[in-house]
């Protein structure tokens, strides 16, 4: 995999917000009985005050009725969590004829590459380019693919719910402001949310309580945001719509589910996923305050060797020269074939490069085991490296 590296600037900002708003809040709620319902994937488990209960895969379609909205949660890192996620959009654009899909990972400035994308009128490398993937979202796209292309070969509609990243930096900086990108101020987070985001806050970043402030406010605004885009999908296209987005953001309903219920009277259904074993056991499925984690939990395989992707370990600037790498990891295939920084890329596989997406297109389209042939510009002499990508075992 190759990334394109952020700013300096964002990089406090990007760790905070993987902690807060993907990792689930853990607990000893499950007795030692009902471990041996989290060693099967494929099980759904309905939370309840005492123990959960499983359900089948039709039963859980059963209660799809009069729905606005399904949320579907997710750990970005995870691409049995997406599989999955593209398993539900299958089935529910066959329950209901009609979806919509509101995705995390884009501002809404991608919307016309998001457009173009589903249209079919653009290729992978263009709408990378085009929606700024790498510069927004520092997950892997192939992570990604089976929504994207679900959405294209079904020309289901694509909207985008985030907002800019300097939006986000300037209130954990200095708080919220009324000109921010969202049109009514977030509705104020309840005490089991601020408490989780408090304790992350403490963990990770300090103890200040201004800061602590501006750090709500920014998760805050994040929740409000695609609250409102998913409120767009549905004005716009009177379909069910389906949201992709971080579980952080939907459990126990302080998120999304939350500012969406402060915006107007829809009815909502959030289901996550886990993963087998300890991940799925140590979930609290209910919290002090009587908050379901969410109407349904899945149960996916835990990520095996054949997921992993191989890393070139390359960090990719998009310079005014070209595309440049800004950073070569240590004992990586990238320092292993001899990239240096500063280098500009100036072709891979044959094929011209002029912004990073289109040469994290190029890798993409590879096979494990192949021989990558890269041209390069180093102190304004141009040579070809080679690196060679070992098969998944």
């Known amino acids: 995999m190759l990334r394109a590296k952020p700013h300096q600037?964002?990089?406090?900002?990007?760790?905070?917000?993987?902690?807060?708003?993907?990792?689930?809040?853990?607990?000893?709620?499950?007795?030692?009985?009902?471990?041996?319902?989290?060693?099967?994937?494929?099980?759904?488990?309905?939370?309840?005050?005492?123990?959960?209960?499983?359900?089948?895969?039709?039963?859980?379609?059963?209660?799809i009725h009069d729905i606005d909205f399904v949320l579907l949660g997710e750990q970005h890192d995870q691409i049995?969590?997406?599989?999955?996620?593209?398993?539900?959009?299958?089935?529910?654009?066959?329950?209901q004829n009609q979806i919509a899909i509101g995705l995390e990972m884009l501002p809404k400035s991608s919307q016309p590459a998001l457009d173009a994308w589903v249209a079919g009128q653009i290729s992978l490398a263009e709408f990378l380019t085009q929606a700024d993937w790498y510069e927004t979202w520092r997950f892997d796209v192939e992570l990604y693919m089976p929504i994207l292309n679900f959405a294209r070969d079904n020309r289901v509609p694509l909207y985008a719910l985030n907002?800019?990243?300097?939006?986000?930096?300037?209130?954990?900086?200095s708080g919220w402001d009324p000109d921010m990108g969202v049109s009514e101020k977030p509705a104020s987070a309840s005490t089991g949310y601020r408490s989780i985001l408090k304790e992350v806050f403490q963990h990770h970043a300090g103890s200040d309580e201004k800061q602590l402030e501006?750090?709500?406010?920014?998760?805050?605004?994040?929740?409000?945001?695609?609250?409102?885009?998913?409120?767009?999908?549905?004005?716009?296209?009177?379909?069910?719509?389906?949201?992709?987005?971080?579980?952080?953001?939907?459990?126990?309903?302080?998120?999304?589910?939350?500012?969406?219920?402060?915006?107007?009277?829809?009815?909502?259904?959030?289901?996550?996923?886990?993963d087998t074993g300890s991940t799925c056991s140590s979930l609290d499925l209910m919290n002090d305050d009587g908050d379901l984690i969410a109407d349904a939990i899945f149960i996916s395989p835990t990520n095996t060797a054949s997921d992993e992707k191989h890393k070139l370990g390359l960090y990719?600037?998009?310079?005014?020269?070209?595309?440049?790498?800004?950073?070569?990891?240590?004992?990586?295939?990238?320092?292993?074939?001899?990239?240096?920084?500063?280098?500009?890329?100036?072709?891979?596989?044959?094929?011209?490069?002029?912004?990073?997406?289109?040469?994290?297109?190029?890798?993409?389209?590879?096979?494990?085991?192949?021989?990558?042939?890269?041209?390069?510009?180093?102190n304004d002499e141009i040579t070809e490296l080679v690196a060679e990508i070992p098969p998944r075992r």
């Open 214 to 274: 501006f750090f709500i406010q920014a998760q805050l605004m994040w929740d409000r945001a695609f609250a409102e885009g998913l409120q767009t999908a549905k004005n716009e296209t009177s379909r069910l719509v389906v949201g992709i987005i971080g579980s952080g953001h939907l459990t126990y309903g302080f998120g999304v589910k939350h500012q969406l219920n402060s915006i107007g009277n829809y009815n909502v259904i959030t289901w996550i996923p886990t």
């Open 80 to 95: 049995q969590h997406h599989r999955w996620q593209a398993q539900m959009l299958a089935a529910l654009l066959a329950h």
């Open 316 to 378: 990719l600037i998009d310079g005014e020269n070209g595309v440049v790498v800004g950073d070569v990891l240590e004992n990586s295939i990238a320092n292993q074939s001899g990239f240096q920084a500063n280098d500009v890329i100036v072709e891979a596989a044959g094929q011209p490069v002029a912004k990073s997406g289109e040469f994290i297109a190029i890798i993409q389209d590879q096979t494990p085991g192949y021989w990558l042939p890269v041209t390069i510009k180093r």
């Open 163 to 173: 907002i800019p990243r300097d939006v986000i930096s300037k209130i954990s900086a």
């Open 9 to 63: 600037s964002l990089l406090v900002l990007f760790t905070l917000q993987v902690l807060a708003l993907t990792v689930l809040p853990t607990s000893v709620a499950w007795g030692s009985e009902h471990e041996t319902l989290c060693q099967t994937p494929g099980k759904w488990l309905i939370p309840n005050e005492k123990h959960g209960s499983t359900r089948s895969h039709s039963q859980i379609f059963e209660g």
